[in-house]
């Protein structure tokens, strides 16, 4: 229940909620740019999204693909 003149606030999402970048995830998994690229090509790697013309990762997806391997 809220009280006269108050406004609900709004979470701020946390900075490794947001989606990566090529460059991030491989900054993560400590490898060259060139190899996300390369999985990605061949089917293998963390899941990948395109958005637009970019690349992106979602920091969970690439956390649960390290987890298997």
Known sequence: MRTAGTTPTVPRPRAEE??????????????????????????????????????RYVPAEVHAWVRTR
């Open 18 to 55: 947001g989606l990566w970048s090529v460059k991030d995830t491989a900054a993560y998994l400590r490898v060259p740019v060139k190899t996300l690229y390369e999985w990605r090509y061949k089917g293998d790697g963390p899941p990948s999204h395109r958005i637009g013309r970019y690349v």
